[in-house]
């Protein structure tokens, strides 16, 4: 089975640690306790198609004074969620440094996911679904909207990354192979071209000896 770390990343109180509670047990908690131990991990397995993978997901610090420790958490993660609440504008502003803080911290991800969570607050909503497309596609990401309250929303956002993992993984792993075909194509010719060479070397050292006598 494959397992792949997925961290969450975003600005404090914008709902990590409920996403994550939701998706992997399937319970919300009203109250805001501030994650301060960086590093639980939770786990959950995934079927996409014929494989499946087992998600790590680590929950992260989002308070700002908790920002050096990150490197180690971000570190080796392959699925990256950038979290924002749809009610908070400074959440969203904030995205960008998110996403820097990744790129610095971080030499292995290969998926992102930006997250506007908090749909079920949609009359206090300041940012629009639009401005977070946006933002998504300006680095390459998915976009998602959830609400941690509700498991379906949630759900498809880890199910969604990990099947565009493994898509992107078995891309890679198909033109490897083309590849290899190739290079095996190209030697029976290779061999012919050197067996030639070979074969005039041969000629001419005929022809060299006999000069000689
Ligand atoms: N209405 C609503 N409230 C949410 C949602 N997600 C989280 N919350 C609330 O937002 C607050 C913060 O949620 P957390 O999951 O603790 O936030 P966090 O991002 O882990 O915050 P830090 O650990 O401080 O970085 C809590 O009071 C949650 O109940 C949501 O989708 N809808
Ligand atoms: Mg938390």
């Given at each position: 089975m494959i397992s792949i770390k997925v961290i969450l990343i975003g600005d404090s109180g914008v709902g990590k640690t409920c996403l994550i509670q939701q998706y992997t047990s399937k319970e919300f908690t009203e109250e805001h306790i501030t994650t301060i131990a960086a590093g639980d991990k939770s786990f959950k397995e995934v079927k996409v198609g014929e494989k499946t993978l087992k998600l790590e997901i680590w929950d992260t610090v989002g308070q700002e004074k908790f920002k050096s420790v990150n490197k180690i958490y971000m570190n080796q993660a392959k699925i990256a969620l950038i979290v924002y609440d749809m009610t908070d504008q400074n959440s969203f502003n904030n995205l960008k440094n998110w996403y820097q803080e990744l790129k610095d911290k971080n030499d292995s991800v290969e998926i992102i996911g930006v997250i506007a969570n908090k749909s079920d607050l949609y009359e206090d909503k300041v940012i629009d679904k639009e401005e977070g497309e946006n933002y998504a596609k300006s680095i390459n990401a998915l976009f998602f909207e959830t609400s941690a309250m509700d498991y379906e929303s949630v759900a498809a956002v880890f199910e969604g990354l990990a099947?565009?993992?493994?898509?992107?993984k078995d891309k890679e792993d198909r033109k490897r192979e083309e590849d290899e075909q190739k290079k095996i194509?190209?030697?029976?010719?290779?061999?012919?071209?050197?067996?030639?060479?070979?074969?005039?070397?041969?000629?001419?050292?005929?022809?060299?000896?006999?000069?000689?006598?």
């Open positions: 099947k565009k993992y493994v898509e992107k194509k190209l030697e029976p010719s290779k061999h012919k071209e050197e067996k030639e060479k070979d074969q005039n070397y041969e000629k001419g050292a005929s022809i060299r000896r006999s000069n000689i006598f």
